[in-house]
């Protein structure tokens, strides 16, 4: 052997404890841990085909949805932007992108590269978009689709989401919308509300590790996919094909590739504990903490990057670097007491932190701890002579 074995490598693991209050992911519940212990199912097994039909209910429950074509996709939340606009988008459709913020922009980037025709709507990072402006670049670009994120965690925004599909369908265009950050913090109702496809990341509100995404498509953004004229760029996001696997059509389950059980188990696990407690009571527990947090915030004089608080996103809240050394209360936090606080992201890098109440964090013990950690952690941020 040429290469040796790494020494590095024969040494114990050790994973610290951390406080995670950043844009996520979020700690995990005991219960979603425990899930994960289990011995290892292969991705035939019937076993693992149960849990992912129990998973898909939970799916349509958490995006309140009745859409067969809902499932999972083995990979991180930045997957289901993917599949969304390698599914629903062909070389020379265009797309109207609401861009206020980073994942407007990556949105963009990525319908490009599968030869759409992006069309940027923008306004300035802490605002969100009205209809009016909306309904305006609808009528102007008459798009295929619109994407439009629920939850701008680069900026902590808040978009309203309620009435846009019938907005949409007014004038022929599918509606996609990113609920990473946001669903099971906030509202959402995909068939009420006229989205056609949607996706989030397991690792925040739903209270799941990283590593899978959920998307749901309507009736109508299925049609789309069924009646393409070029085929789906990616295979690993062909619906087409995933969702045979996930017994979506058809009945039958080819292999599509070799999914997690160990990663199935705890989202099952922590969509078992959503449903045991109620989506509106876990929403309400986001809105509790949150109101929590506000007060604190206020009370330490610090101030909001989005001022209308009526568009400030519940589960991730944005606070403008002002007076202190925003790497200095960051690294403070984290070398004193193992707490994880965000700094801004893309367009507003080194302007903002960013605070995440999601999933089992969104506790008031948990809040009161972090207010605590934050004081101490600014006052430190703020002195001249301060080293960490």
């Not at 980073?102 to 590269?113: H, I, N, P, T, Y």
């Not at 669903?183 to 799941?208: E, H, L, N, R, T």
Request: net charge positive; proline share 5%; glycine share 8%.
């Amino acid at each position: 052997m040429e290469i040796p074995a790494p020494e590095t490598l024969k040494t114990p693991l050790v994973v610290p404890n951390k406080l995670l209050m950043g844009a996520g992911p979020a700690n995990l519940s005991p219960r979603v841990l425990h899930a994960m212990s289990h011995g290892v199912l292969g991705h035939m097994n019937a076993e693992t085909f149960q849990i992912m039909d129990e998973i898909k209910e939970g799916i349509k429950y958490v995006f309140q949805t009745k859409n067969e074509l809902s499932l999972v996709i083995s990979a991180s939340g930045h997957t289901g932007m993917e599949a969304v606009l390698c599914n629903l988008l062909e070389p020379g459709d265009r797309v109207l992108i609401a861009v206020n913020g980073l994942w407007g922009l990556r949105a963009a980037d990525m319908a490009e590269r599968y030869g759409a025709v992006p069309i940027k709507m923008s306004t300035v990072a802490g605002d969100n978009f009205s209809f009016t402006e909306i309904e305006q670049n609808l009528k102007k670009h008459r798009p295929k689709l619109l994407f439009i994120v629920q939850g701008e965690t680069s900026t902590g925004v808040h978009q309203p989401i309620e009435g846009l599909g019938d907005l949409c369908h007014k004038y022929n265009c599918l509606l996609g919308v990113d609920t990473v950050a946001a669903v099971g913090g906030v509202p959402f109702f995909m068939d009420k509300w006229g989205v056609d496809a949607v996706y989030a990341g397991v690792q925040k509100a739903i209270g799941a590790p990283p590593g899978l995404t959920i998307v749901s498509f309507s009736p109508k953004a299925q049609k789309v996919i069924f009646g393409r004229n070029t085929p789906i760029k990616v295979y690993y996001w062909d619906m087409k094909v995933l969702g045979q696997q996930w017994n979506c059509y058809n009945n039958v389950r080819p292999y599509h590739h070799t999914t997690s059980s160990s990663l199935l188990c705890s989202l099952r696990e922590s969509l078992s504990i959503i449903a045991e407690e109620g989506l509106t009571e876990w929403q309400r527990k986001h809105d509790e903490c949150y109101q929590r947090l506000r007060k604190g915030i206020e009370n330490l004089g610090l101030e909001f990057f989005v001022k209308d608080e009526n568009k400030r996103l519940k589960t991730v809240t944005s606070i403008v670097v002002t007076d202190f050394d925003w790497k200095k209360l960051v690294n403070y936090a984290m070398n004193k007491y193992n707490v994880e606080i965000a700094g801004g992201l893309g367009p507003t890098a080194g302007k903002i932190l960013r605070i995440g109440i999601m999933g089992y964090n969104a506790n008031p013990q948990t809040i009161d701890f972090f207010l605590k950690v934050l004081k101490e952690s600014l006052e430190h941020a703020r002195r001249n002579d301060s080293k960490l």
